[in-house]
Nanobody, 123 residues
Framework: QVQLVESGGGLVQAGGSLRLSCAAS????????MGWFRQAPGKEREFVAV????????YYADSVKGRFTISRDNAKNMVYLQMNSLKPEDTAVYYC????????????????WGQGTQVTVSS
């Protein structure tokens, strides 16, 4: 079992930045890939970014590429999402999750989820 707790969300103006953190505890953390998803009201949960177990590879949704950066610190059991140049359309609840095999871009490929942190970007 893995427990995930997200933090760092908040209200920011368009063009601003936020850094989300995800603290993991429980089973061995260093092996699996870790991802970030988001869900806006009335919309399905969508892939944002994923980092492989050693941090060697990262993948991003086209909508955030060049603005968001995912990273991880296995020694601290932490995953981060640096979000720059935020837009109102980035407003959503952001979730971190543990990759469990399959497509990185599919939420069904992730086994454990945090409770989410709200990000609101005002125009």
């Amino acid at each position: 079992q893995v427990q995930l707790v997200e933090s760092g969300g908040g209200l920011v103006q368009a063009g601003g930045s936020l850094r989300l953190s995800c603290a993991a505890s429980g089973r061995t953390f260093s092996r699996p890939g870790m991802g970030w998803f988001r869900q806006a009201p009335g919309k399905e949960r969508e892939f944002v970014a994923v980092v492989t177990w050693n941090g060697g590879s990262t993948y991003y949704a086209d909508s955030v590429k060049g603005r968001f950066t995912i990273s991880r610190d296995n020694a601290k059991n932490m995953v981060y999402l640096q979000m720059n140049s935020l837009k109102p359309e980035d407003t959503a609840v952001y979730y971190c999750a543990v990759y469990n095999g399959g497509s990185y871009y599919d939420a069904r490929s992730y086994a454990y989820w945090g409770q989410g942190t709200q990000v609101t970007v005002s125009s």
